[in-house]
């Protein structure tokens, strides 16, 4: 049943964690690029589905599954205090 319980962890850590890290690492891609906005949002949408691809990858290469959810959670939630640092909380 523990194991189970870890599995899903790492599941939906992966899929919704995995999600906001690939969604804020593109939004910073995006904050520190200078092109033009065809150019912006291509960057963007390319970007961001090759990094969540990564980061499911990355996610079940961990060997252990609270490992995989802390690292994810840690980088969502250092990514988006900046973000939200920078921005004050406006993400378009």
């Known amino acids: ?3 189970q319980l870890l599995l899903t962890t790492r599941v939906v850590s992966a899929a919704v964690g995995g999600y906001a ?21 291509f960057l963007v949408n390319i970007s961001f589905f090759l990094i969540y ?19 994810i959670a840690a980088g969502n939630a250092v990514l988006w205090a900046g973000w939200f640092a920078i921005q004050g909380g406006v993400t378009a």
Do not use: C, Q, V
């Not at 804020?24 to 891609?29: D, E, G, Q, T």
């Not at 996610?59 to 252990?64: E, I, N, P, V, Y």
């Open 1 to 3: 049943m523990k194991e």
């Open 21 to 41: 890290l690939a969604a804020i690492i593109s939004l910073w891609l995006a904050y520190f690029a200078n092109l033009e906005p065809r150019d912006h949002r």
């Open 53 to 71: 691809l990564l980061l499911i990858l990355a996610a079940f290469g961990f060997r252990s599954h609270l490992k995989t959810a802390f690292a």
